[in-house]
């Protein structure tokens, strides 16, 4: 995949760990190849400001990316308007009743006892990571502000005072959610690539 980084990109990559290396060129390399198709450029000439540990961007004018990857898939969306994505597979291994009660029902957790199915909540964790990554946010801060709703399809922020819409799209063995201001007309660019990093 170095043949389609920049000088820049791999010169950071080599003060990565070997497994973040290859993460970082192989992401940057799929937007580079991606937003080409979009642009119709050589994927070299894509102006992407993407360093480690933070959002991609582009320059003003040229829209909006947000990327998420898991152990065997990356997927990117590009769109006119501010956008964010996540994507988890669905055997994902984890303690969904843990996860629900410390991020999501902390202030009322008998209520929703029936509702912490693995599903629902992976869905949630997945709308709530898509939002995340819309408000260039950081997890660990941010995640116990975001609200889901998930018949009106709604993610708030009670702190920030945010209303975003969600989009849940199941796609083979992921599920992957888009988060999107109300607004927004959606038809993005969605890239879904299975890769075994």
């Known amino acids: 995949m170095q043949d389609v980084a920049t000088v820049e990109e791999i010169t950071t990559a080599k003060n990565l760990s070997d497994s973040r290396s290859k993460i970082f060129l ?8 991606s937003l080409s198709t979009v642009f119709n450029l050589d994927p070299l000439e894509i102006p992407i400001n993407a360093n480690p540990g933070q959002p991609p961007s582009l320059p003003s004018g040229m ?19 501010k956008i964010g994505i996540d994507i988890e597979r669905k055997d994902r291994d984890f ?6 009660e410390r991020y999501f029902f902390h202030t009322n957790k008998t209520i929703h006892k029936n509702y912490l199915t693995k599903n ?5 964790w997945c709308a709530v990571e ?15 502000h975001w609200q889901y ?14 209303h975003l819409k969600y989009s849940q799209i199941n796609f083979h063995d992921w599920t992957i959610a888009l988060a999107y201001e109300e607004k927004t007309s959606l038809n993005p660019e969605i890239i879904c690539c299975s890769k075994n990093f």
């Open 26 to 33: 192989e992401t940057r390399a799929y937007l580079r190849k």
């Open 63 to 81: 829209g909006n990316i947000s990327l998420s990857h898991c152990k065997d898939a990356i997927t990117i969306v590009w769109h006119v308007s």
């Open 95 to 100: 303690n969904h009743f843990k996860i629900a």
């Open 120 to 124: 629902k909540i992976l869905n949630q």
């Open 130 to 144: 898509a939002a995340i990554k819309w408000d260039h946010g950081k997890l660990a801060k941010d995640i116990n």
């Open 149 to 162: 709703f998930e018949n009106t399809q709604k993610l708030i922020h009670k702190k920030k005072n945010i």
